[in-house]
Every structure is written in structure tokens, then in C-alpha cells.
T-cell receptor
């Protein structure tokens, strides 16, 4: 079983729509969680960390569900510029150097 | 502020050839790492370094060597290229290398081994 699994999508949504997707992780001892964004043929960039109580950054909301071992990302009022692949990243310990990356969920926002 | 610089951007090798992928960062980060990204798979850690003179293996180290003689540079060497090493390679750095600081990635190197 992969350590981090994501629905590859693609999620095709119109501008202004809300889109949400999850990422499941296999190790219940996982401590740190992140969402990275990767544009086509570009490098990944940190979108946001995911905190236990959930957190928002503008139109983006991240949630953590430890009982079911998944994190989620919700994008409100989608923009064309949100089209990208979103990578889920998990660390078993906060001081661990080895992060586990999901394969990514592709989101395409259409005009 | 250049961040993380990788060269070359593209490379084609024949099976058995060797080469070095260069990576340099100007953020004075202690932690540097190399990942490979293949279709349908997450980024996989090849090697990493927590400071000059210190390197360690990641998830998929076979066929690759690294060294860290300075804080700024972390080259990745392919000893004898194989078609299975066709991939996109990313170098990344962070101030601590832990889950508490983000990874800064280079632009990537697209390697094809024929």
C-alpha cells in the first residue's frame, strides 16, 4: 500500500465553482501535513501547511481527519490560475527528513 | 535572489554513460535533497544532506551518488545510466529539512536514457 494516496482526477470545474479532494495516508503516526502545488512541467511549490484544527488561506481550506487518516483541500471560487496538480505531502515526525509525496490530483478550471 | 538552481534543464544519455546533475542554492540552507518524479508516482527521495560533509540515502538511492563539500552545492551523479533512470529530477532545499520548514525546489532536469 502506498504511504500517501490521492485521486489523480482530473477534476474539471467551471470558473467560480468549488472543488474539493482528499488525500489518504497509511501511517497513523504521521505528524505533519502539507499541500504543494505543481504547475505543468514546473517545480512543486508549497501551497499551505495543514493544521489539526483546519486552516484557511484565502480561497483555500485544508482539513485534517486523523480518525480516518486523510487530509482534504477545498478551493472556493475557482480561478483559471488554480489549474494545477496538487500534491499531498506527509511527514511521520515533525523532525523527519523524509517526506512522503502523493502522486497528485489534477484540477482544471475552465472559462 | 536565485533560490535553487539546477543544470542542465534537459539531458539525453545513452545506456552506460555517466553524468552529473548540478544543484546550487543561495539561501544558506543546511538541508538539500534530490527527488525523482515519474508519471503516476509521487516524488521519491534519492539522497539528502543535512549539512556540508553529511549525506544519507533516501528511498531510491541505487545508481546515484552524491557529495556535499559546501553548503551551497549538492551534485547528483549517475554512475552508469539505465533506461529506468529516465525521469524528471528535482533538487530541493530547506532551512531545516524537517516538516516545519517548506522545501524550495529547483526547476527540474528532464533526463532521458536511451
Amino acid at each position: 500500500r502506498k504511504e500517501v494516496e490521492q485521486d489523480p482526477g482530473p477534476f474539471n470545474v467551471p470558473e467560480g465553482a468549488t472543488v474539493a479532494f482528499n488525500c489518504t495516508y497509511s501511517n497513523s503516526a504521521s505528524q505533519s501535513f502539507f499541500w504543494y502545488r505543481q504547475d505543468c512541467r514546473k517545480e512543486p511549490k508549497l501551497l499551505m501547511s495543514v493544521y489539526s484544527s483546519g486552516n484557511e488561506d484565502g480561497r483555500f481550506t485544508a482539513q485534517l481527519n486523523r480518525a480516518s487518516q486523510y487530509i482534504s483541500l477545498l478551493i472556493r471560487d475557482s480561478k483559471l490560475s488554480d489549474s494545477a496538480t496538487y500534491l499531498c505531502v506527509v511527514s511521520i515526525r515533525s523532525n523527519d527528513y523524509k517526506l512522503s509525496f502523493g502522486a497528485g490530483t489534477t484540477v482544471t478550471v475552465r472559462a | 535572489n536565485a533560490g535553487v538552481t539546477q543544470t542542465p534543464k534537459f539531458q539525453v544519455l545513452k545506456t552506460g554513460q555517466s553524468m552529473t546533475l548540478q544543484c546550487a542554492q543561495d539561501m544558506n540552507h543546511e538541508y538539500m535533497s534530490w527527488y525523482r518524479q515519474d508519471p503516476g508516482m509521487g516524488l521519491r527521495l534519492i539522497h539528502y544532506s543535512v549539512g556540508a560533509g553529511i549525506t544519507d540515502q533516501g528511498e531510491v538511492p541505487n545508481g546515484y551518488n552524491v557529495s556535499r563539500s559546501t553548503t551551497e552545492d549538492f551534485p547528483l551523479r549517475l554512475l552508469s545510466a539505465a533506461p529506468s533512470q529516465t525521469s524528471v529530477y528535482f533538487c530541493a532545499s530547506s532551512s531545516t529539512g524537517t516538516g516545519n520548514s517548506p522545501l524550495h525546489f529547483g526547476n527540474g532536469t528532464r533526463l532521458t536514457v536511451t
